[in-house]
């Protein structure tokens, strides 16, 4: 579920469309399908033509995210977007979690749709998750994978100090951690309606699930990751923080990066059009080459 708009100070029209845009999208009923372990996950599918793009959101998010993305590519394409177990809509009632487990879900849901080509597209978290999906599914059933805002360096180590820091704060005070997290990693300039929007569409999450997950999270290993994905790996980033090419291709040789200036961790909806027309032309230049 949505939760309603938090903080003050917005003008009657920012909160009309907000609102509008809003309800339009939760009036959309997703669907569910039942996971291995009895667990329902939601999402929405629609359109034709492939390759179908599989959507995954990032952690503290939810399906909501790509609701222009959808709305742009839903013409050409099957489309398919997902609450991850442990957020929006879906289930949230399992004690082991993991990034290699979300990526079962993944691809538990292309099976269960019996989407022939797909290219999966996912935001922060949803990299890793779509690597591992794209593992599981195979070269012959999965065109590319496209982070977004992800997969910055595969090499990187997360400290200790401040990974424990942050998981600390998580446990003292989840739902106001989370807030400052998310809404931290948008652009200081960021419109106040982008604001707004993120902070209704994250954070909505289950925190038990969420920190079972967090407390994995700096011993997964991205570079074997991106070594065992078995796809192209395209990335479409923020130049926020710096992208390591050639340490990535050390991993991945296919892997490439198209830069966003001036965005921060959601450039799907911080500038949707430019976001899409570099999705679009991802996709093209992926099917040309294969």
Request: aromatic share 6%; hydrophobic share 40%; glycine share 8%.
């Given at each position: 579920?949505?939760?309603?708009?938090?903080?003050?100070g917005?003008?009657?029209?920012?909160?009309?469309?907000?609102?509008?845009?809003?309800?339009?999208?939760?009036?959309?009923?997703?669907?569910?399908?039942?996971?291995?372990?009895?667990?329902?996950?939601?999402?929405?599918?629609?359109g034709?033509?492939?390759?179908?793009?599989?959507?995954?959101?990032?952690?503290?998010?939810?399906?909501?995210?790509?609701?222009?993305?959808?709305?742009?590519?839903?013409?050409?394409?099957?489309?398919?977007?997902?609450?991850l177990?442990?957020?929006?809509?879906?289930?949230?009632?399992?004690?082991?979690?993991?990034?290699?487990?979300?990526?079962?879900?993944?691809?538990?849901?292309?099976?269960?749709?019996?989407?022939?080509?797909?290219?999966?597209?996912?935001?922060?978290?949803?990299?890793?998750?779509?690597?591992?999906?794209?593992?599981?599914?195979?070269?012959?059933?999965?065109?590319?994978?496209?982070?977004?805002?992800?997969?910055?360096?595969?090499?990187?180590?997360?400290?200790?100090?401040s990974?424990?820091?942050?998981?600390?704060?998580?446990?003292?005070?989840?739902a106001?951690?989370?807030?400052?997290?998310?809404?931290?990693?948008?652009?200081?300039?960021?419109?106040?309606?982008?604001?707004?929007?993120m902070?209704?569409?994250?954070?909505?999450?289950?925190?038990?699930?969420?920190?079972?997950?967090?407390?994995?999270?700096?011993?997964?290993?991205?570079?074997?990751?991106?070594?065992?994905?078995?796809?192209?790996?395209?990335?479409?980033?923020?130049?926020?923080?710096?992208?390591?090419?050639?340490?990535?291709?050390?991993?991945?040789?296919?892997?490439?990066?198209?830069?966003?200036?001036?965005?921060?961790?959601?450039?799907?909806?911080?500038?949707?059009?430019?976001?899409?027309?570099?999705?679009?032309?991802?996709?093209?230049?992926?099917?040309?080459?294969?």
């Amino acid at each position: 579920m949505i939760r309603p708009m938090k903080g003050a100070g917005r003008t009657l029209a920012a909160a009309g469309l907000a609102a509008a845009a809003a309800g339009a999208w939760a009036a959309e009923t997703p669907k569910t399908m039942r996971l291995a372990d009895g667990l329902e996950m939601a999402y929405l599918e629609r359109g034709t033509g492939e390759p179908a793009i599989v959507f995954v959101h990032c952690g503290n998010c939810q399906m909501g995210v790509w609701r222009e993305t959808l709305d742009a590519f839903d013409d050409s394409h099957r489309v398919v977007a997902m609450d991850l177990p442990g957020h929006g809509r879906s289930g949230a009632a399992r004690e082991s979690w993991t990034i290699e487990s979300l990526g079962a879900d993944v691809a538990a849901l292309v099976e269960h749709l019996e989407l022939p080509k797909v290219m999966l597209v996912g935001n922060s978290l949803g990299g890793p998750v779509s690597l591992e999906a794209a593992r599981r599914l195979g070269p012959k059933r999965v065109a590319a994978v496209v982070a977004v805002d992800t997969l910055q360096n595969v090499e990187a180590e997360w400290p200790e100090e401040s990974w424990r820091k942050l998981l600390e704060a998580y446990r003292r005070d989840f739902a106001s951690t989370c807030d400052e997290l998310m809404l931290g990693l948008l652009p200081k300039d960021a419109p106040a309606e982008t604001r707004e929007r993120m902070d209704r569409e994250t954070c909505d999450n289950d925190p038990k699930a969420f920190l079972g997950l967090f407390q994995t999270l700096r011993t997964y290993d991205q570079a074997a990751a991106l070594r065992n994905a078995g796809v192209p790996v395209r990335a479409i980033n923020s130049t926020a923080y710096p992208t390591a090419v050639e340490a990535n291709r050390k991993h991945s040789p296919s892997f490439d990066v198209v830069l966003m200036e001036g965005v921060g961790h959601y450039p799907q909806v911080e500038r949707p059009a430019e976001f899409q027309e570099h999705l679009r032309k991802l996709i093209e230049s992926v099917a040309s080459a294969r």
